[in-house]
């Protein structure tokens, strides 16, 4: 629920002495958390990595030129309230722009939590007839905000109209729910899922102390249900840049039966300078990664271009040309060159 920087103060999250400069934040961007994160951060760790998530702090008032209000270039595809058509194939339906916490870094700060942030009756129905319209649109990744902030009724409302598109194949699910609210996925929320289609959800977690036995319950439910869970990963400086916790939370996702779909380079949004990674640091965890845990454990690097050019895997690259041979030199875990021969009827590189 949304927070008040003096209910932060009365939580023990915020020194009384720093409620001014929480304030000035909160008039810029939203500021939320759910109590079962609250009960998981420790005040006196000033490193604590669930509150970095969602506490704010001054940081956030220092903007970069290279920061920007819409770091993915969603507006530019937008061609209506609460779709995003940026590949041919798959459309994102944004039916509510509230989220049960507000995770600082958030690519879609400048929007979430503001007025006007749910889509109305005539709006969903306007973003139903686009995909209808569409048969090149196989895929509908509902997102937001959070989709299963909405009441499983509007849920099922949703799900029925999609799993009635003939050309559709899947609807997606993004949201942080089952990790920060996961007593919010009832039955009833899991029964609103069901469809003829695929149905996929993928959640959102960044370190291993989210991964909680009702979380873990909550995954569970959706996954009896026949839901396929992958989840996706911010690569968020000072909370989980370090091969250690990445591989414990990789591993804990994996034996939930959730599979690490994406590692996320984090978005050039206004304020998150201080959560960035070098992309350099990101491979370099990675390839640590690479040598020590399973192919479950391994999700996609990626980047999500500046300006709306779209996701591009940016993982280190295991595989070079050699130029006078056209051999291939490939690299084992432990960066040990081997040759490979080059391709018959390619021409030399
Ligand atoms: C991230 C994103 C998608 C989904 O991309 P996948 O690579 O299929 O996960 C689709 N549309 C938009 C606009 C996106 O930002
Ligand atoms: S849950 Fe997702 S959309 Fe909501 S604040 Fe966090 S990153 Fe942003």
Redesign the pocket.
Known sequence: MTKDPDDLVAMGLVEPRRVEEIRRVAAEYAVALTQDMADLIYPADSGDPIAAQFVPTAAELADLPEERPDP?G?ER?SPMPGI????PD???LKPTLLCPVYCRFCFRREVVGKKEAMLDRAALERAFDYVRQRPQIW?V?VSGGDPLLLGPRRIAEIVRALDQIPHLGVI?FHTRIPVVDPRRVSSALVDALAAEKAVYV?IHANHPRELTVPARAAFLRLSRAGIPLLSQTVLLRGVNDDPAVLEVLFRGLVAMRVKP??LHQVDLARGTAHFRTGIAAGQRLVRALRGRVSGLCQPIY?L?IPGGY??VPIGPCAIFRDGASGAWIVQDRAGIGHSYPPDPGDEAA
């Open positions: 993915i969603d595809w995003v058509h940026r590949y798959r459309v994102l895929e990744i997606r993928v779909y994406y990626v999500d779209g996701k």
